[in-house]
């Protein structure tokens, strides 16, 4: 839709005013009651919604740190360390949040050593983002950019099991993009499996035409059917 006006860029929710980049702000009492009604709306929508991207990886240490205290506190974190055994045969005994080297850094703790979060394989480290976020911040709308970066195929479809199970056992909406026909296989055959019906799980292969982007969408069933019985790629015309 339009901006509220041009040269106001962001809504300050704390204060429930809007500015601009100078500090110059509107009281939301100012505003047209329909254009507050709507920021408070999106406001709202977003406040459950988590976006990751696969440059996310890079800041996987601070952003799990940022609620680790409260997931520690709770004994989430022994969820985390079994889905990570699970999903990538460690032996992770725990994971601690200790001074080292000056700052306080994530490790992991097997038998006879530690080794810290930096220095783990980038699958691993999504995988426990992953799986943070999903306790700390118990969404209901993810987003997730090329969902298969970063992943082996055993551990895509622990991820994919995960992301289902959440999902199913949240009521929550997982809105994935993803160039890997392996992931598309994976997911279909896993939400089959796991018992979702047909329209709970929608596949849309998206193709450039020029100027264009032409759109198929298939529910479960049909995906499955594709895939499991005609022995089709979705990816083709």
Known sequence: GKPIRDD???????EKRICNQQGGCISSFKLNP??????????????????????????????VMKFWADLKFKREDKKIVKFINSSF???????????????????LEFSDHSVRLVDL?????????????????????????DVESH?????????????????????????????????????????????????EVTVF???????RVLSRRYNLDEAYRYIFTIGSDLRKP
Not at 36 to 63: C, G, M
Not at 91 to 99: K, L, R
Not at 176 to 199: C, D
């Open 151 to 199: 992943l082996h195929i055993g551990g895509l479809s622990k991820i994919i099991e995960a992301i289902l199970d959440y999902s199913k056992k949240n009521n929550a909406q997982f809105i994935m993009t993803t160039h890997s026909i392996e992931f598309i296989e994976e997911l279909v055959r896993l939400a089959k499996h796991k018992g979702f019906k047909s329209n």
């Open 8 to 14: 106001f860029k962001y809504y300050d929710s704390i």
């Open 34 to 63: 329909d254009i507050y009604r709507k920021i408070e709306i999106h406001k709202a929508f977003l406040q459950n919604t988590v976006f990751l991207d696969p440059y996310i990886i890079k800041e996987t240490e601070s952003l």
């Open 121 to 145: 394989g980038d699958g691993v480290k999504y995988a426990i983002l992953l799986y943070s976020v999903f306790i700390a911040v118990n969404p209901k709308i993810v987003l997730i950019d």
């Open 89 to 107: 045969d460690l032996g992770v005994e725990s994971i601690s949040y200790v001074p080292l080297n000056g700052k306080n850094q994530l490790i």
């Open 205 to 211: 292969h998206l193709l450039r035409k020029g100027d």
